[in-house]
């Protein structure tokens, strides 16, 4: 599979399926005071590696026109994928991209993305996983009044 074709299936599960809207190399789907967006990153060591990221853009303080870039999240975490039992930090698109994994992936977003399409839901993600709050910018913590210790 070459990028083209995983770009395309990515679109049609995304947008299509999942209600995303995309725009350049980014998905997003926009709430009242929140939007989520997924990018993915080609790695810089081969063709066919791909990571994940996905953050979320508080519009209460984002700059207006709020853009979708990755460089305007408030957040920016790393979606691992579940592959073959194995927890994957990137996705070779040559040896993983199926129906299997298409679905898994679609169960990724449900649970780690579309549940916390609020303020309060992505001050309940950090709480639940503490670790996130490192990847916070300082004016995202502020905005949620959340503070690394």
Not at 27 to 34: L, N
Not at 40 to 52: A, H, L, P, R, V
Request: with cysteine.
């Amino acid at each position: 599979m070459d990028s083209k074709e995983f770009r395309q299936i990515m679109t049609d599960l995304l947008v299509k399926k999942m209600g995303f809207k995309k725009k350049n190399n980014d998905y997003f789907i926009e709430k009242e005071d929140v939007i989520a967006v997924i990018q993915f990153q080609k790695s810089g060591y081969d063709n066919c590696t791909y990571y994940i990221n996905y953050g979320f853009i508080f519009k209460e303080i984002a700059e207006k026109p709020i853009k979708v870039s990755n460089k305007h999240w408030d957040t920016n975490w790393r979606l691992n994928v579940k592959v073959n039992g194995k927890t994957l930090p990137s996705i070779n698109i040559e040896n993983c991209i199926d129906a299997n994994f298409l679905i898994i992936f679609e169960n990724e977003v449900k649970e780690e993305i579309l549940p916390y399409l609020t303020v309060e839901g992505i001050k309940i993600k950090i709480n639940n996983n503490p670790d996130l709050i490192y990847a916070l910018p300082l004016k995202a913590q502020e905005f949620l009044g959340i503070f690394r210790r």
